[in-house]
């Protein structure tokens, strides 16, 4: 490469696409007898910027990503991010015992089932 393909730039002129953009995280979500089980993809995501709303069988899974600036810009393109998603979830789900884990920009929430809601086996007597 001898440099002719990469045009000079003018003073001042700072070409930027950066801007708060929306994106949907991506999510697994499993489910066995105890819990469902969710894992939603946010990337440099920090926890203290997410937030996990539960309400009359409605999830809502939001985060924040912020990107500071480390200097004078020549060019930008990676930015700040909002994830959003929502769900319905059953009304079976105990709430006050939801958890969260946040690793490797993957978001775990684990939402147990009530006793209720559970399996249960039935025990056949002999008549």
């Known amino acids: 490469m001898d440099g002719k ?27 066995n007898e105890e819990e469902i089980l969710l894992h939603a993809e946010m990337p440099g995501v920090d926890k203290k910027n997410i937030t996990v709303n539960i309400d009359n069988g409605n999830l809502t899974l939001s985060g924040i990503r912020t990107v500071g600036k480390a200097g004078a810009a020549d060019w930008e393109e990676f930015g700040d991010v909002e994830y959003q998603r929502s769900f319905s979830v059953p009304q079976t789900i105990e709430v006050d015992k939801v958890r969260a884990e946040l690793k490797d920009g993957v978001l775990a929430l684990h939402l147990p089932k009530s006793e209720a809601a559970r399996p249960k086996m039935v025990e056949i007597k002999a008549g």
């Open 5 to 31: 393909d990469i045009q000079k730039k003018e003073s001042g002129s700072v070409q930027s696409t950066r801007s708060t953009s929306k994106a949907i995280p991506l999510v697994d979500i499993y489910e």
